[in-house]
């Protein structure tokens, strides 16, 4: 994609949410906007995490700092970003810890 292109895609987004500021619909297009781009990023964040790697800085997760393992089966690891993901040892899969787990 070049520069031009994506000057283009500006523009034609920009010339939208100006119709719809008009006719009374910018909220309903802003709203569908957010949710697209959540649909669009959240399985790309789901296989970088699956693959060990940080969604929001790409650090692989196996370097990443360990705290002291409740249970032997899991272990909380914190990402020098600062999230904080649970690592299943059994299966060597990760997901993102909860508030109650870290």
Do not use: W
């Not at 010339?15 to 906007?33: A, T, V």
């Not at 970088?48 to 899991?74: D, F, H, M, W």
Request: glycine share 4%.
């Amino acid at each position: 994609m070049t520069h031009s292109d994506i000057l283009k895609c500006e523009y034609y987004i920009n010339e939208n949410l100006n119709y719809c500021k008009h006719q009374g619909q910018y909220n309903n297009y802003s709203f569908s906007l957010s949710t697209m781009l959540k649909k669009l990023i959240s399985p790309l964040q789901k296989i970088l995490v699956q693959r060990g790697y940080c969604p929001g800085c790409t650090s692989s997760l196996k370097k990443a700092q360990k705290r002291e393992q409740k249970n032997q089966k899991i272990e909380v690891v914190i990402c020098k970003c600062g999230r904080a993901y649970v690592h299943d040892k059994e299966l060597d899969t990760y997901r993102r810890a909860l508030d109650s787990e870290v």
